[in-house]
């Protein structure tokens, strides 16, 4: 599936007069790349909204939230990251120590058997990343009935039970009987 700016039908409709004087920023000479269908889940309004944190560590985040898959640990490097995001190394690393001053990640460095270091593994704090969902019970308050004026009580649709069903339905009688339960 194309992206709708690639469609020619939609390109001839694009603004031009949006830049000013023949100036663009670079990020609009980027080629958009392909998605893949991936998405992140629900995250806290208040991580969103918190403005102590820079734009750039948000993004990252969030990013980092869609890696993670089953809220498991991330070994990466800062160079993949910015790689990703479009940003350097360093600034990834001024990101990872802003997150981890707000208290959304920790991280540590991964080593080879020698002692050098190979990359990091992030640890991310889902607790103040992710909204938690309770799944509700249902109850047979909470489903849809029909009222009775809504269902069809004609004894066409009633019948008795065969021979085999009633042979069934007595056997569970007794068993009832037998435990002291009541039938209902």
Request: charged share 25%; proline share 3%.
């Amino acid at each position: 599936m194309k992206q709708l700016s690639k469609l020619p039908y939609m390109r001839a409709l694009a603004p031009y007069s949006a830049d000013i004087a023949g100036y663009k920023p670079k990020r609009k000479s980027l080629e958009l790349e392909q998605g893949n269908n991936a998405f992140i889940k629900s995250v806290k309004q208040d991580f969103v909204r918190n403005p102590r944190m820079m734009s750039g560590t948000k993004m990252m985040i969030l990013m980092l939230v869609g890696w993670s898959g089953q809220e498991q640990a991330i070994e990466t490097t800062r160079g993949i990251i910015g790689k990703k995001i479009g940003k350097s190394a360093s600034q990834v690393s001024r990101y990872l120590k802003d997150a981890i001053e707000e208290g959304y990640l920790v991280y540590a460095y991964t080593k080879d058997r020698i002692g050098y270091i190979t990359g990091i593994k992030i640890y991310l704090n889902f607790s103040s990343i992710r909204a938690i969902y309770k799944k509700k019970k249902k109850t047979a308050s909470s489903r849809a009935l029909p009222s009775m004026a809504n269902t069809n009580s004609k004894n066409i649709y009633k019948r008795k039970n065969s021979a085999p069903e009633q042979a069934y339905m007595d056997k569970l009688e007794a068993i009832l009987r037998r435990n002291n339960l009541q039938s209902g």
